[in-house]
């Protein structure tokens, strides 16, 4: 019987929702509105504009640099372990590995917004 009651009170509830929220809102509708985009934005014209590639290879590098050093997160707790200095060692080597990497795009120019 509660069960019952829950969902009689669960659709009515429901319905009176669904009509306060369909009735309630004012519509007036202009321009802006009826355009496609409500940024202003105006949709004739082409949509793909050029993008630089150099944005996604900064945005790939980043991803890569912040896996990376998510792979260290567990390090503190390596001092727990029966051999921590081969914990360390490892960790001193992505580190420096890291390292090597970006020094290697900053020489290259990778790193380099604006060219």
């Not at 590639?53 to 980043?62: E, G, S, Y």
Request: glycine fraction near 6%; charged fraction near 10%; include cysteine.
């Amino acid at each position: 019987m509660n069960v019952m009651l829950m969902v009689i009170i669960a659709t009515t509830l429901s319905a009176i929702l669904i009509t306060i929220s369909y009735l309630l809102p004012q519509t007036n509708p202009y321009y802006e509105k009826l355009t496609p985009y409500e940024c202003g934005f105006d949709p004739i014209g082409s949509a793909r504009l050029p993008f630089s590639m150099h944005f996604f290879l900064v945005a790939i590098l980043f991803l890569l640099f912040d896996l990376e050093i998510a792979l260290l997160l567990p390090l503190p707790w390596g001092d727990q372990l029966e051999n921590p200095l081969m914990t360390f060692t490892w960790a001193s080597a992505v580190l420096i590995l890291l390292t090597l990497g970006l020094i290697y795009e900053w020489a290259q120019g990778g790193l380099e917004w604006a060219q």
